[in-house]
Antibody, heavy 122, light 109 residues
Framework: QVTLKESGPVLVKPTETLTLTCTVS??????????VSWIRQPPGKALEWLAH???????SYSTSLKSRLTISKDTSKSQVVLTMTNMDPVDTATYYC??????????????WGQGTLVTVSS | SYVLTQPPSVSVAPGQTARITCGGN??????VHWYQQKPGQAPVLVVY???DRPSGIPERFSGSNSGNTATLTISRVEAGDEADYYC????????????FGGGTKLTVL
């Protein structure tokens, strides 16, 4: 059974750096057919993709947030970490990590964590 | 980056058919996925690769994709289908790999 679980602070102050951890089970971060993305959703708004890390450690970032994001993984710990610098109240959102499956015919988000709500406020 | 456009809302009576569209430039050449999200819950994949269903998803959910429009069709709509629905593509031709539509709120009257 595949599970993903996000952890990190529920409250951060403006200008601080947010660090979120996604701990996965049921699959290996070294599996070439799988990767992990971070996706966020402000209250009442749409889903927004943030970053992705492949099994070979290649990374990809949202073009609008690239300068503020860093994604990394520790395969031995089954963890993927996202850092976002210079947090602002508009970054208040539920942050999800999700497993991306690279199937023969397509690439798709097959599993999601439960999400963690991060509030940015002084 | 690539843009996906969805109607903000769709309303349908129970037992009728709901159609939710997702517009994008030549989207027919891409593989489109659809997610259902109920309040307070994480999204759930309901259709992938335009028209395939993950195990456990009812046959009432189907998809199509051609030209500039992909469509999620929900037949014999039930009250439990009321949710937000998002289309999504994986755009490997861009640095911005994953694109979501703006979401459609399905209301069951």
């Amino acid at each position: 059974q595949v599970t993903l679980k996000e952890s990190g602070p529920v409250l951060v102050k403006p200008t601080e750096t947010l660090t979120l951890t996604c701990t996965v089970s049921g699959f290996s971060l070294s599996n070439a057919r799988m990767g992990v993305s971070w996706i966020r959703q402000p209250p009442g708004k749409a889903l927004e993709w943030l970053a992705h890390i492949f099994s070979n450690d290649e990374k990809s970032y949202s073009t609008s947030l690239k300068s503020r994001l860093t994604i990394s993984k520790d395969t031995s710990k089954s963890q993927v970490v996202l850092t976002m610098t210079n947090m602002d109240p508009v970054d208040t959102a539920t942050y999800y990590c999700a497993r991306i499956s690279h199937l023969p015919e397509t690439t798709v988000t097959t599993d999601w964590g439960q999400g963690t709500l991060v509030t940015v406020s002084s | 980056s690539y843009v996906l456009t969805q109607p903000p809302s769709v309303s349908v009576a129970p037992g009728q058919t709901a159609r939710i569209t997702c517009g994008g430039n030549n989207i027919g050449s891409k593989s489109v996925h659809w997610y259902q999200q109920k309040p307070g819950q994480a999204p759930v994949l309901v259709v992938y690769d335009d028209s395939d269903r993950p195990s456990g998803i009812p046959e009432r959910f189907s998809g199509s994709n051609s030209g500039n429009t992909a469509t999620l069709t929900i037949s014999r709509v039930e009250a439990g289908d009321e949710a937000d629905y998002y289309c999504q593509v994986w755009d490997s031709s861009s640095d911005h790999l994953v694109v979501f539509g703006g979401g459609t709120k399905l209301t069951v009257l």
